[in-house]
């Protein structure tokens, strides 16, 4: 019987073989190159267009978006890129994009709110304006409808439930809440009779919530909405003031006058631009950056800033290479400026042959906030069920980056000075992490597709979908660090061959000792059920990591073998192995003709397919904490379990997967929303 390694003695072996094998990006990528990116990418060059985005409303489909999107046509054409061009798809309301309805164009005339006051005559006169939709249109909820009224004002508190409003005379006022307005529409306006709504939401819960009574939050009514209504959004410090007449006694009044509409023969915008690869065949294949160009004004983190991250890369690439100061990759690099989610969605649904050539997704959304924004940075590798060497390959970045600004912060030496003249010195800090959801690089992870790719994000942001997501708040340091970590990860793959094989798999040997320690802490704390699937899985992922690399190259059989025996070496001396535990049982296939996950952005699939039984499913309702202590919800496990779906794995797999990878479940959840899905067809079973 082979004796189990302890935790502390991985630790102790990550020590000896790093000591030989020390983890650098400088074994991947030439340092000459590298030094040629850190020198041409400015971080104040994307600071100016981001000066530019963020005096835009850019709500998907409007007329805000359209000049946000041929603003960065523009600048493209300036750059010299010939094939930019703008891509369109229907904004009528009916068009479905793989899971995606397509959501018709909101556009705005007018929007204002007063709050009135007696004058001295006894006639009600305006006093102070709380919403202005041509000074600060997020003000306005999104997805407002015309209407106007001069009422009174009741507050409802959460307004979610009928004991909210009991004893309430809503008919023809105003209503106060706390919660978004699309919660409350249809029971406050559709039920009761409300003029309109005023919501004070409070933003994303942060350590930083509820804590700055300034903020305006971003507010949604619905896209497809059952009772047409309007909403403004007030601050927390408003609210509470408003709320304190009202106990006083005083009567409140308002005057308010929307004039927005919905229109169905509008059109989405997507911009697209490439660099051509040299290879005849590989050229075909892509290395494709997004981001998100949608969002309220000012949204300059969320997400001016990826937007014009990506566009520093996209120049800063083709300088670089016209100048000859680095070599055209074989694979072409292409850059698009999408609507959040939905656009991707059209994208890859509508042009299918341009989703196959897809190899890999450099995401950006968020990846510019100061030491004000409280922010982390965060390098996401994608998601548990799609194991690949590309997320260690941008980790190894994001490493390269922390090493060289700490260096330099610290006063120290460095050939790679990664900072901005007109940036921050700090060091980057940035955290490398696994799945994170909430933007556009989990479409392309999803099932459907299977593309994998990194995620660059700041997580937390203490102003993020608020009036004070400035500008003024954006560092161009950090500007210039996430456009590094994107090119020079994207620069690899596209240019990646045989060659370069040995030392990614001599980067994943290294890794996977680092991720064994990690094995070993988790089953240190796990219950005997979790423990008995964490080492399979894990081991399984590990092996998929080295196979994703002939997805690039074809890497000698003999190293590649003797990869995998290391892998199983490892696996071995920690206790386990890499087969699957589970054996039998239920199995599912994806419907090919239904593409993308189950929530997209204004819509969702499983709603609309499965009705209000969708919200009914265990696990929608299903909440845990991670191996780390960190909330998780079903929304998560969802995203995975529908991904795992492959025509081979049973529920009893997928069921382990999702123990080893995420939290503990039950199965029963498990295999009641995959029996749903088979119910709108999403999945079907395997005989």
Same mark, same amino acid.
């Given at each position: 019987? @082979?004796?189990?390694? $302890?935790g502390?003695a991985i630790?102790a072996?990550?020590?000896?073989?790093?000591?030989?094998?020390? +983890?650098?990006?400088?074994?991947?990528?030439?340092?000459a190159?590298?030094?040629?990116?850190?020198?041409?990418?400015?971080?104040?060059?994307?600071?100016r267009?981001?000066?530019?985005?963020s $005096?835009? /409303?850019r709500?998907?489909?409007?007329? @805000?978006?359209?000049?946000?999107?041929?603003?960065i046509h523009g600048?493209?054409?300036d750059?010299?890129?010939?094939d930019?061009?703008i891509?369109?798809?229907?904004?009528?309301?009916?068009?479905?994009?793989?899971?995606?309805?397509?959501?018709?164009?909101?556009?705005?005339?007018?929007?204002?709110?007063?709050?009135?006051?007696r004058?001295?005559?006894?006639?009600?006169?305006?006093?102070?304006?709380?919403?202005?939709?041509?000074?600060?249109p997020?003000?306005?909820?999104?997805?407002?409808?015309?209407?106007?009224?001069?009422?009174?004002?009741?507050?409802?508190?959460?307004?979610?439930?009928?004991?909210?409003?009991?004893?309430?005379?809503?008919?023809?006022?105003?209503?106060?809440?706390?919660s978004?307005?699309?919660?409350?529409?249809?029971?406050?306006?559709g039920? /009761?009779?409300?003029a309109?709504?005023?919501?004070?939401?409070?933003?994303?819960?942060?350590?930083?919530?509820?804590?700055?009574?300034?903020?305006?939050?971003?507010? /949604?009514?619905?896209?497809?909405?059952?009772t047409?209504?309007?909403?403004?959004?007030?601050s927390?410090?408003?609210a509470?003031?408003l @709320?304190q007449?009202?106990a006083?006694?005083?009567?409140l009044?308002?005057?308010?006058?929307?004039?927005?509409?919905?229109?169905?023969?509008?059109r989405h915008?997507?911009?697209?631009?490439?660099?051509?690869?040299?290879d005849k065949?590989?050229?075909?294949?892509?290395? %494709?950056f997004?981001?998100h160009?949608?969002?309220?004004?000012?949204?300059?983190n969320?997400?001016?800033?990826?937007?014009?991250a990506?566009?520093?890369?996209a120049?800063?690439?083709?300088?670089?290479?016209d100048?000859?100061?680095?070599?055209?990759?074989k694979?072409?690099?292409?850059?698009?400026w999408p609507?959040?989610?939905?656009?991707?969605? #059209?994208?890859?649904?509508?042009r299918?042959k341009?989703?196959?050539?897809?190899?890999?997704?450099?995401?950006?959304?968020?990846?510019?906030?100061?030491p004000?924004?409280?922010?982390?940075?965060?390098?996401?590798g994608?998601?548990?069920s799609?194991?690949?060497?590309i !997320?260690?390959?941008?980790?190894?970045?994001?490493r390269?980056?922390n090493?060289?600004?700490?260096i330099h912060?610290s006063?120290?030496?460095?050939a790679?000075?990664l900072?901005?003249?007109?940036?921050?010195?700090?060091?980057l800090?940035?955290?490398m992490?696994?799945? !994170?959801?909430?933007?556009?690089h989990? %479409?392309?992870?999803?099932?459907?597709?299977?593309?994998?790719?990194i995620?660059?994000h700041?997580?937390p942001?203490?102003?993020?979908?608020?009036?004070?997501?400035?500008?003024?708040?954006?560092d161009p340091?950090?500007?210039?660090?996430?456009?590094?970590?994107?090119?020079?990860?994207?620069?690899?793959?596209?240019? #990646?061959?045989?060659?370069?094989?040995?030392a990614v798999?001599?980067m994943?040997?290294r890794?996977?000792?680092?991720r064994?320690?990690?094995l070993?802490?988790?089953?240190?704390?796990a219950?005997?059920? $979790?423990?008995? %699937?964490?080492?399979?899985?894990?081991?399984?992922?590990? /092996? +998929?990591?080295?196979?994703?690399?002939?997805?690039?190259?074809?890497?000698?059989?003999?190293?590649?073998?003797?990869?995998h025996?290391?892998?199983d070496?490892?696996?071995?001396i920690?206790?386990?192995?890499?087969?699957n535990?589970v054996?039998?049982?239920?199995?599912?296939?994806?419907?090919p003709?239904?593409?993308?996950p189950m929530?997209?952005?204004?819509?969702?699939?499983?709603?609309?397919?499965?009705?209000?039984?969708?919200?009914?499913?265990?696990l929608?309702?299903?909440?845990?904490?991670?191996?780390?202590?960190?909330?998780?919800?079903?929304?998560?496990?969802?995203?995975?379990?529908l991904n795992?779906?492959?025509?081979?794995?049973?529920?009893?797999?997928?069921?382990?997967w999702? $123990?080893?990878?995420?939290?503990?479940?039950?199965?029963?959840?498990?295999a009641?929303y995959?029996a749903?899905?088979?119910?709108?067809?999403?999945?079907?079973?395997?005989?």
């Amino acid at each position: 019987m @082979q004796k189990r390694l $302890t935790g502390f003695a991985i630790a102790a072996a990550v020590v000896c073989f790093t000591q030989n094998a020390t +983890a650098e990006l400088r074994e991947l990528i030439d340092e000459a190159d590298l030094a040629a990116l850190a020198g041409e990418i400015s971080g104040e060059a994307a600071k100016r267009n981001l000066d530019s985005l963020s $005096t835009f /409303h850019r709500t998907r489909a409007s007329s @805000q978006f359209r000049a946000a999107a041929e603003h960065i046509h523009g600048k493209l054409k300036d750059y010299g890129f010939t094939d930019a061009r703008i891509l369109e798809f229907p904004a009528d309301g009916r068009t479905l994009f793989g899971t995606q309805k397509s959501r018709p164009t909101w556009d705005v005339n007018f929007a204002e709110l007063w709050q009135l006051r007696r004058d001295e005559n006894g006639e009600w006169v305006r006093e102070r304006k709380l919403g202005d939709w041509a000074a600060a249109p997020l003000t306005l909820a999104q997805d407002s409808l015309s209407g106007a009224a001069i009422a009174g004002l009741v507050d409802i508190g959460a307004g979610t439930s009928a004991s909210d409003f009991d004893g309430k005379d809503i008919s023809g006022k105003f209503v106060l809440t706390s919660s978004q307005p699309g919660a409350v529409a249809d029971r406050a306006v559709g039920e /009761h009779g409300a003029a309109g709504i005023l919501s004070y939401a409070p933003n994303q819960r942060t350590a930083w919530w509820k804590q700055d009574e300034r903020l305006v939050r971003w507010g /949604h009514l619905s896209s497809f909405p059952e009772t047409p209504a309007f909403a403004f959004m007030i601050s927390l410090g408003e609210a509470r003031r408003l @709320q304190q007449q009202l106990a006083s006694g005083e009567t409140l009044r308002f005057d308010a006058r929307v004039d927005a509409f919905h229109d169905r023969k509008g059109r989405h915008s997507v911009v697209s631009a490439s660099i051509p690869g040299t290879d005849k065949s590989l050229r075909k294949q892509e290395i %494709v950056f997004t981001c998100h160009l949608d969002h309220p004004r000012p949204g300059a983190n969320d997400n001016a800033s990826g937007c014009v991250a990506i566009l520093e890369v996209a120049r800063a690439a083709k300088k670089l290479i016209d100048e000859g100061r680095i070599v055209r990759p074989k694979r072409t690099l292409r850059f698009l400026w999408p609507a959040e989610i939905e656009g991707t969605l #059209m994208y890859l649904s509508a042009r299918p042959k341009d989703a196959a050539r897809i190899k890999a997704n450099i995401h950006m959304d968020m990846v510019g906030g100061n030491p004000e924004t409280k922010a982390v940075f965060r390098i996401s590798g994608g998601p548990e069920s799609l194991p690949h060497f590309i !997320s260690d390959l941008g980790h190894e970045a994001g490493r390269f980056v922390n090493t060289q600004s700490e260096i330099h912060a610290s006063g120290g030496d460095t050939a790679f000075d990664l900072t901005a003249p007109e940036g921050g010195r700090e060091a980057l800090l940035a955290m490398m992490e696994g799945i !994170s959801l909430g933007s556009d690089h989990q %479409v392309f992870n999803e099932g459907s597709w299977r593309i994998p790719g990194i995620y660059l994000h700041d997580w937390p942001d203490r102003y993020i979908h608020t009036n004070y997501d400035l500008p003024a708040n954006i560092d161009p340091t950090k500007l210039k660090r996430s456009a590094f970590i994107g090119l020079a990860t994207a620069l690899f793959l596209a240019d #990646m061959d045989a060659d370069d094989a040995p030392a990614v798999l001599a980067m994943l040997r290294r890794n996977a000792l680092s991720r064994a320690h990690d094995l070993e802490e988790r089953r240190a704390h796990a219950d005997t059920q $979790t423990a008995a %699937v964490l080492g399979p899985v894990h081991w399984m992922r590990e /092996h +998929a990591k080295i196979d994703s690399i002939a997805e690039f190259a074809a890497p000698d059989e003999g190293a590649t073998a003797g990869a995998h025996e290391f892998i199983d070496q490892l696996a071995a001396i920690t206790g386990g192995d890499g087969q699957n535990p589970v054996k039998g049982g239920v199995v599912y296939a994806r419907n090919p003709a239904i593409k993308g996950p189950m929530r997209a952005f204004g819509y969702a699939y499983l709603d609309d397919k499965l009705g209000e039984r969708a919200g009914d499913l265990s696990l929608a309702k299903f909440s845990t904490e991670d191996f780390n202590g960190r909330s998780i919800g079903g929304s998560m496990f969802a995203y995975e379990a529908l991904n795992l779906v492959d025509g081979a794995r049973s529920v009893d797999d997928i069921h382990a997967w999702l $123990t080893a990878t995420l939290a503990p479940i039950p199965r029963e959840a498990v295999a009641e929303y995959l029996a749903a899905l088979a119910e709108i067809d999403v999945v079907r079973l395997v005989d």
